[in-house]
């Protein structure tokens, strides 16, 4: 029972260096989703994909980048981290966009500080 | 854009009292979620809401969809150490027709 995987959990970057957050899902959904989280500001929709090969931005996608060539998979690229993404990025799926399939599964997060 | 209002912000309470929790939005929605947040981990759902003034419980949660579609409530009975977390709702809208989640309401249980 994995259902949303999330690697790394804990990461500190230089300034400037890039690094890929990976995530994967076995629950064949559709629908994924990251999300970073800012203490006391919810979470904020960076980027999202309802299918593979189809990705579009949210709304805080500045400075990533994503790309979907599975189901399973959604990787979120930082090509040149900056101070200001100092965060924790959650990945979620979803079976889909409405109805009793649009609640998100979340993993557990990869807390990342950009020194 | 869409917004959603939770409150409190934060809970301080006696372990055995009940805790309402509330969440209200600037616009009409067909569904309310109801996520707990463990610290260090990601949201978990709770209770999901489909219809309007529907009333739906998971153990000593209690969760109501307003009859207006515009509020949602959460209640939690006899609560225990582990209710600790934040308690976050959620909704579909956003310009990408995606989930909006309000900042939480964090809870703070005494023993």
């Known amino acids: 029972n994995a259902g949303v995987t999330q690697t790394p959990k804990f990461r500190i970057l230089k300034i400037g260096q890039s ?20 203490p006391g500001m919810g979470l904020k929709l960076i980027y999202y994909s309802v299918g ?22 959604f990787p979120l690229r930082l090509e040149l981290a900056a101070p200001s993404q100092t965060s924790v990025y959650f990945c979620a799926s979803s079976y889909s966009k409405q109805g009793a399939g ?11 500080s950009i020194l | 854009g869409q917004q959603l209002n ?12 009940d805790v309402s929790m509330n969440c209200t939005s600037s616009s009409i929605f067909n569904t ?6 463990d610290p260090g981990e ?51 809208g956003g310009s990408q027709g995606n989930l909006i989640f309000g900042k939480g309401t964090k809870l703070s249980v005494k023993p």
């Open chain 2, 6 to 17: 939770q409150s409190p912000q934060s809970m301080f309470i006696q372990e055995g009292e």
């Open chain 2, 42 to 92: 990601g949201p978990v759902l709770l209770i999901a809401l489909y219809k309007a003034g529907e009333l739906t419980s998971n153990g000593r949660l209690t969760a109501q969809f307003g009859i207006t579609r515009k509020d949602s409530f959460l209640n939690i009975s006899a609560s225990i150490p582990s209710d600790v977390g934040i308690y976050f709702c959620a909704g579909p």
């Open chain 2, 32 to 37: 309310w979620l109801w996520y707990k947040q």
């Open chain 1, 19 to 38: 690094m890929t957050l990976q995530c994967a899902q076995d629950m064949n959904h559709n629908y994924m989703y990251w999300y970073r989280q800012d």
């Open chain 1, 52 to 73: 593979a090969g189809i990705t579009d931005k949210g709304e805080v996608p500045n400075g990533y980048n994503v790309s979907r060539s599975t189901t399973e998979d």
């Open chain 1, 102 to 112: 649009l609640a998100q599964h979340f993993g557990d997060g990869t807390r990342l």
